[in-house]
């Protein structure tokens, strides 16, 4: 009778040993694909950088957009002192006259306001290359503005926008600016930005340059004042900013994965309840059970 009530409770106590054992296994597991995830998240929102360099042959030109510094709206409008004169645009690699259009672009977050900007490069179907860079490929056009009246609100310059031949200029948030008698000179960087292991962001592209002035010999008037804006590569490299998760979704399932095998390979629960076939070895004063356990 000792012996079935010695039984009774050794079986409760391994019922009780294995719910400890699955509680701890379960804790770990859940502790681990925590860990992961947080991994994961973490690694979308801070991906590692990569920036490379790819040579080019013939890379694609920029679409250039030249508008004067001043909008038309309210209360100058009509304005003569908005508008802009191309006087000559010249193609230096082929010694040769460049065509820019005349075109009115709205104002962005501004009310009733546009600019009167020329257009360089802004056929998308047949986009203008250049094999060379330096002032040997450079673009140069030289525009007379009318002076504006005395208003600290007011400029006598241009601004200039760079973008793709498919992307339409973001002229009132513009950061690139060409003053008066001067030759402003846009060496220009082709940047591509890649974002890796997504779908809903696309390789984008923008253009960085290193800005240089040249006094003119032209004189400014009473009346009007000239401004010249030149551009080209300064390289026929495109640079490449690469962002890259360093943990993946793949990396993801691959450590779950590796983690259910450590535990299917290590076989927890067995190496628990070899504890309770120890204590019966002990108790019998033979090892045959932990042989027979482990090796079954």
């Not at 009774?8 to 391994?14: I, N, R």
């Not at 104002?107 to 860079?133: E, R, T």
Request: hydrophobic content about 40%; proline content about 5%.
């Amino acid at each position: 009778m000792t012996e079935e009530k010695e039984q009774e409770s050794l079986s409760l106590a391994e019922n009780i040993y294995f719910a400890i054992v699955w509680a701890a296994v379960s804790a770990v597991m859940i502790l681990f694909i925590v860990e992961i995830s947080q991994q994961y998240i973490a690694s979308k929102t801070n991906p590692s950088t990569i920036i490379t360099y790819n040579q080019v042959n013939n890379p694609t030109l920029p679409k250039v957009t030249v508008c004067n510094w001043n909008q038309i709206v309210a209360p100058y409008d009509p304005c003569d002192f908005c508008d802009l004169d191309l006087l000559i645009c010249s193609d230096i690699a082929h010694a040769s006259d460049c065509q820019m259009e005349k075109m009115t672009i709205s104002a962005v977050n501004a009310s009733d306001g546009v600019f009167n900007c020329y257009q360089f490069n802004g056929d998308n179907a047949n986009p203008l290359k250049s094999a060379a860079i330096g002032y040997s490929g450079s673009f140069s056009a030289l525009f007379a503005v009318n002076q504006p009246p005395l208003d600290d609100t007011l400029r006598i310059g241009l601004q200039v926008s760079l973008t793709t031949t498919d992307e339409e200029p973001d002229v009132f948030n513009e950061d690139k600016f060409a003053p008066p008698s001067f030759d402003t000179y846009f060496a220009i960087q082709t940047i591509q930005t890649v974002f890796e292991n997504t779908t809903d962001m696309p390789d984008q592209f923008r253009f960085e340059t290193v800005q240089s002035l040249t006094q003119l010999t032209r004189p400014n008037t009473q009346n009007t004042s000239y401004i010249s804006v030149s551009w080209s590569f300064q390289t026929l490299s495109v640079q490449v900013i690469t962002y890259s998760p360093q943990y993946t979704i793949q990396n993801f399932f691959g450590d779950f994965a590796g983690m259910i095998g450590t535990l299917m390979g290590l076989d927890v629960v067995k190496v628990a309840s070899g504890f309770i076939v120890a204590y019966t070895a002990i108790k019998s004063r033979s090892i045959f059970p932990l042989q027979e356990h482990f090796n079954g």
